[in-house]
């Protein structure tokens, strides 16, 4: 087949994809610098200041950094999710597949810090939750464990998440045109464990429930960790996707169009 | 099975080597590997830890009551719900062993920093217990067979009657006889008695109860049958949870409007 010079012209023109990293990458350093260092607040102050409540150095060395984390964490959940709202794309109908195809590869990225996220609430600082409070017992519903677990590790990962949600719904066209049950599970189900705190510590009000930590009270935390699993079905979706997608951008060669 | 036209130029395009559409699903599939690493990481270890974590945790637990008999039940729900989307939409029979090998390493990062170097247990008083083998079985029934019904009954199966004897060679030094202050005991119990749990029940109260401790007798045997059977019926329960998450769909966005999107937009 012949190439005309027009040809060549183009296909010079198109710039080569390429991925954003930088997002996903400053993401994950941020989460290991702000989970590392609590783990290491944790090793330096739980054992010397962090066994009573009433004591004042409790006050001192941990309630602060409570207060803290929740003036932080509400600012940003709002700085985040509406600069996403107010910045949003207005006209997603004209929106070229090209840059369709970038914004979802960063946005499916972005899902890697999210899952990161996930992982520190629901592995890491969770099971450590047991070894703590089996081994001295708690006094009220502020420890050095809940501080990190309940009060930074699940609100870093729903203001992900909630961050996410609104990034795919104002940038995406696939996920604006209808909104998906699997997302909103993946987003909403995580989101839920932070109420099942509250019945968490209400319980933990009336009974020494550290003895077993099987206990029924905690099956709150396993039922709505299991809306993870949709996140299977989102995958698929964003897959199946790409089929419609990525031929608009290419052709069968391999090569982009666009 | 025909292509449709955008399948086939996404098959050609993809399958050419070292062009831009390969390095771009290539570079899709290492997003969804690390997103699923992880997730799978904290959901089945937060479910594991919450309904038999306790007997995971400590090794003077790993004979007692429900280990032998509750702990294959839940091992199954998470491997089985995943094993729809890996088998019916890739076509990889690896949910189990992939899920096993992500508990284990969720299991040893909490263990050693949590367990070991922030409350100093010993880990021959804490490691996880050995899930790979059963789980591992139930990935070879469904790639031989390539059925649900089959893969429910011997695969589901599997994973009960593979737990016992895969921790028995760790476990049984343990079930060593000690005789301590006058009472004999075994060196997990001992362990035990050594490193203070003030919460937990043996430390509160006596509360043994039949004679599921003893775990080389044929009480475990029988406990694993039993297990085995609820093994098969929660495999094909999960892998039908697995299905139903999966394909949940959408609904219709009722503020598309704000990002310029209109009724007509929806089939496009």
Redesign the interface.
């Known amino acids: 087949m012949a190439v005309t010079h027009e040809e060549v012209r183009q296909a010079k023109a198109i710039a ?2 390429k ?1 954003n990293l930088k997002p996903m990458i400053m993401g994950l350093i941020v989460l290991i610098m702000i989970f590392g260092g609590a ?1 290491w607040y ?2 330096w102050a ?1 054992w010397d200041y962090g066994l009573d409540a009433t004591d004042p150095m409790f006050d001192k060395y941990w309630m602060r950094v409570f207060w803290g984390e929740i003036i932080v964490e509400v600012t940003l959940f709002f700085s985040f999710v509406g600069y996403l709202w107010m910045t ?7 929106l070229k597949p090209r840059e369709e ?1 970038r914004r979802l ?1 960063l946005w ?2 972005m ?2 810090v ?3 996220a ?2 520190f ?4 600082y ?3 939750d ?8 708690r006094d009220t519903s502020f420890t050095p464990s809940h501080i990190f677990l309940f009060y930074m590790s699940m609100p870093v990962f729903i203001i992900l998440g909630f961050s996410l949600f609104f990034y795919a ?2 940038r995406l ?1 696939f996920f ?7 997302l ?2 993946v987003v909403c189900g995580p989101f839920m464990l932070l109420p099942t705190v509250g019945y968490n510590e209400w319980g933990h009000a009336f009974w ?1 429930m ?5 206990v029924p009270l ?2 709150g ?2 039922f709505f ?9 989102v ?2 979706q ?2 199946k996707y ?3 997608l ?2 608009k951008v ?7 169009t666009s | 099975m025909k292509l449709t036209t955008n399948e086939a130029t996404l098959l050609s395009a993809v399958t050419t080597p070292n062009s831009d559409a390969a390095r771009i699903s290539r570079g899709l599939d290492m997003f969804v590997v690390a997103i699923l690493f992880f997730a799978i990481i904290a959901a089945f270890h937060i479910h594991i830890m919450l309904t038999v974590g306790d007997w995971d945790f400590w090794v003077d637990w790993k004979d007692r009551m429900y280990w032998v008999t509750a702990t294959p039940m839940l091992l199954i729900f998470i491997p089985a719900a995943l094993s729809y989307p890996f088998m019916m939409k890739f076509g990889l029979p690896i949910a189990g062993t992939l899920c096993a090998l992500c508990l284990v390493i969720g299991e040893w990062i909490s263990r050693i920093v949590g367990f070991h170097l922030w409350t100093y247990f010993p880990y021959s008083m804490i490691w996880p217990a050995i899930v790979l083998p059963g789980l591992m079985l139930m990935d070879l029934v469904l790639l031989l067979s390539r059925n649900l019904f089959i893969t429910s009954i011997f695969g589901g199966s599997a994973v009960a009657f593979a737990f016992a004897p895969a921790n028995w060679p760790i476990l049984a030094p343990y079930h060593e006889p000690v005789v301590h202050m006058g009472q004999l005991v075994n060196v997990a119990d001992m362990i035990g008695y050594s490193f203070t749990r003030t919460a937990t029940p043996e430390y509160l109260r006596f509360i043994e109860r039949g004679t599921l401790r003893t775990f080389g007798g044929e009480s475990t045997l029988i406990s694993t049958g039993f297990s085995g059977f609820v093994c098969m019926i929660l495999f094909f329960v999960w892998w039908k949870i697995g299905e139903w998450l999966t394909n949940l769909g959408t609904i219709p966005n009722v503020v598309k409007k704000h990002v310029g999107l209109g009724d007509d937009d929806d089939e496009k």
């Open positions: 080569p994809f991925f783990r944790q090793q739980a949003r794309d207005k006209h997603l109908n004209n195809l590869m499916v990225s899902l890697v999210y899952a990161f996930f992982y609430a629901g592995s890491f969770a099971e450590q047991a070894t703590w409070h089996q081994t001295v017992v719904i104002t066209p604006a045109r209808k909104i998906s049950i699997g909103v599970l020494l550290e003895e077993y930590f099987t905690h099956w935390f396993v960790g299991w809306t993870i699993i949709a996140l299977s079905g995958l698929i964003v897959m790409m089929v419609e990525l031929p290419i052709n069968e060669k391999g090569e982009l």
